[in-house]
């Protein structure tokens, strides 16, 4: 997210120094690969709802997030679509397909408006080569990303859907707590129907373990007490 708190005429709010999420970034926090990459990187915005690539389409690159976030979504065979991972600031996108050489797994689409900085295949491959001690940096991101993978996998297995929508609720508030998430957007999280969170939700605020009253916002009035209803 880049402040503009500064105004003086120098000040270029588009400078990856003076990008606040750099330090997250998995690439942008080593200065000397910042320094490369604000020769190289090339600046798009997203409205939300805009599909940034598609499954199924090869990767010519690596986007990393400015600003905003952005959900990585499949198809399931029966046509119903699930959130994979949902990526903020100084997060990247595409990495795993681009180093697999093979075509993207999930679609990423823009939650939020945002702001994404993307660098070439060729580009971030002579990064890598010149500083190699970006390769352990990934591999730890890619480990933490499938860990999470699986812990969401055994909880969709484990878990009704009042226990996954409960969780999902939890994960979504202490992570993306300025986003208001529809039905829909906590269906594909939780892998369930908006249907089926609709008439959960109806249930959690008649125990008073959130608040629907002002509409589309949810507020979740006891935290402990939905922590203790997502326990399988």
């Not at 046509?79 to 949902?86: D, E, K, N, P, Q």
Request: charged share 25%; net charge negative.
């Amino acid at each position: 997210m880049i402040s503009k708190k500064d105004c003086a005429p120098n000040f270029d709010p588009h400078s990856c120094r003076n990008c606040e999420s750099r330090d997250e970034s998995l690439l942008c926090s080593i200065p000397e690969v910042m320094e490369q990459i604000e020769n190289i990187k090339m600046r798009s915005s997203f409205k939300a709802g805009q599909i940034i690539f598609t499954a199924g389409s090869n990767p010519m690159g690596l986007f990393t997030i400015q600003a905003g976030l952005v959900k990585l979504e499949v198809i399931s065979a029966n046509g119903s679509a699930h959130t994979l991972r949902i990526v903020g600031p100084g997060g990247a996108l595409g990495y795993r397909s681009l180093f697999a050489q093979e075509p993207y797994h999930a679609t990423a689409i823009a939650v939020e408006d945002c702001e994404l900085c993307f660098i070439s295949k060729t580009d971030i491959m002579n990064i890598f080569k010149s500083h190699p001690e970006l390769a352990m940096r990934l591999i730890s991101h890619i480990s933490k990303d499938l860990r999470l993978a699986e812990e969401k996998w055994a909880d969709q297995m484990d878990k009704g859907a009042p226990e996954r929508i409960a969780e999902a609720l939890l994960f979504l508030q202490d992570h993306f707590s300025h986003q208001n998430w529809t039905r829909r957007e906590i269906a594909q999280w939780a892998g369930t129907t908006p249907e089926t969170v609709i008439r959960t939700l109806a249930n959690f605020e008649k125990e008073g373990l959130i608040d629907q009253t002002d509409g589309r916002s949810i507020r979740i009035v006891s935290k402990e007490k939905l922590r203790e209803r997502a326990l399988p």
